[in-house]
């Protein structure tokens, strides 16, 4: 008799200690612990549009020294970002949320001052008719683009923001049956200055200055040659283009007036030739873009 209580003592004890032990089990199932799901906040990401057709990005076109984001929220400037030339840092910046338009620039160190900027209250509007100038210089290789972030989903997190180049650039032919050189190459009545982004139905800021503006040539040209002028964007105020050419002995002055207003990131083709009865100087031209994308390279220091 003794062993049968032992017994049932026993088995009493142990299916309260399963009972216990269940309990615990039921009541941790029943809350665990949750961490909270990271937010899905976009990434817009820099590049560069591609040449089109037979124009080539030449080395240092696509060198980038100075890469600036600037966020527009219901009219107004939010913020100023900074972002890597790097490859290896991707060339992105995060946002906080799916809202404004991001306006990305590059090259543009020493022309805007985006910091004194985010200190006023500049407007969306005045921000979108800055102008980028360099009166008595080269143009500047500046590079622009910019992004809406209204309306997109929030699962829409890698956003790709395309650069245009600011300038278009004029390439040499030379289509002669004899001896030819080039020495010199000007656009007469040039303009200094151009928008930061493109402005619908006008290509020059108000009261634009204008000058002419001579290629730099340390030996005479005797062969196709890309890139022998860059030009701002801009409006035909009565453009020219003057080439001073040696053709089978005898020196010539050729012009022709374009016939046509100069567009950011095209390539213009000066083409001297020579017929039986004159040499004239023919112009076209070919996009850099649309296309694929190419790679921004970093300023080596």
Not at 22 to 49: H, I
Not at 99 to 116: K, P
Not at 175 to 184: I, L
């Amino acid at each position: 008799m003794k062993t049968n209580k032992m017994t049932t003592v026993m088995t009493i004890a142990f299916a309260a200690a399963m009972a216990l032990g269940l309990s615990s089990c039921s009541e941790r199932m029943e809350t665990p612990a949750t961490p909270g799901a990271p937010a899905l906040l976009p990434v817009v990401r820099a590049q560069l549009a591609a040449f089109e057709g037979g124009g080539q990005a030449l080395e240092g076109e696509n060198t980038l020294t100075d890469l600036r984001a600037c966020l527009f929220v219901d009219g107004t400037l939010a913020k100023v970002y900074t972002l890597p030339v790097t490859p290896d840092a991707g060339r992105g910046v995060q946002l906080e949320r799916h809202a404004g338009t991001l306006y990305v620039v590059a090259n543009t160190e020493g022309l805007l001052d985006l910091d004194a900027l985010q200190q006023g209250s500049l407007s969306e509007s005045d921000w979108k008719k800055m102008a980028v100038t360099t009166a008595g210089k080269a143009p500047a290789n500046f590079f622009s683009g910019s992004i809406s972030l209204d309306g997109l989903e929030n699962t829409q997190t890698e956003l790709p923001v395309t650069l245009r180049r600011g300038v278009a650039r004029f390439d040499l032919q030379i289509r002669t049956a004899g001896k030819a050189s080039v020495s010199s190459i000007m656009l007469k009545n040039a303009a200094q200055s151009a928008y930061l982004f493109p402005v619908e139905g006008d290509l020059s800021p108000e009261a634009v200055s204008r000058q002419d503006v001579a290629a730099t040539i340390s030996e005479p040209l005797t062969q196709d040659t890309p890139a022998v002028l860059y030009a701002y964007e801009q409006e035909n105020d009565n453009l020219t283009v003057e080439i001073v050419a040696e053709i089978d002995g005898q020196v010539k002055t050729l012009t022709k007036q374009l016939g046509m207003a100069l567009e950011r990131n095209k390539i213009y083709t000066l083409t001297v030739r020579k017929d039986v009865i004159d040499v004239s100087l023919d112009l076209s031209f070919d996009e850099w873009e649309p296309g694929g994308d190419t790679e921004l390279m970093p300023a080596r220091r």
